[in-house]
Nanobody
């Protein structure tokens, strides 16, 4: 099992910055992909950024150039640095870890954090 705990959300004015953290514990060695998602009220949960262990990070077009995902393997933590925030970035942000089979590459499980609220006022 893997446990993910997000933190760092809050309220900020448009143009401001926040850094979200996602601390992982448990069988984290089995996690191959870490992602950030967000869900605004009344909308579906959308992918914000995703990184494969040792690989590049992909960003959604809406955040490209403003958000940066990084990881600290020593702390088992991934981060989402959010700059130039806009009102439309308001959402609950979730961290997700994906475990895949080392043999087949088939996804075995997704693990989600509880989410952290980000509110951007214009």
């Amino acid at each position: 099992q893997v446990q993910l705990v997000e933190s760092g959300g809050g309220a900020v004015q448009a143009g401001g910055s926040l850094r979200l953290s996602c601390a992982a514990s448990g069988s984290i060695s089995s996690i191959s992909t870490m992602s950030w998602y967000r869900q605004a009220p009344g909308k579906q949960r959308d992918l914000v950024a995703a990184t494969i262990s040792g690989g590049a990070t992909n960003y959604s077009e809406s955040v490209k150039g403003r958000f940066t995902m990084s990881r600290d393997n020593a702390k088992n933590t991934v981060y989402l640095q959010m700059n130039s925030l806009k009102a439309e970035d308001t959402a609950v942000y979730y961290c997700k870890g994906t475990r895949v089979s080392a043999y087949s590459g088939i996804k075995l499980a997704d693990y989600w954090g509880q989410g952290t609220q980000v509110t951007v006022s214009s």
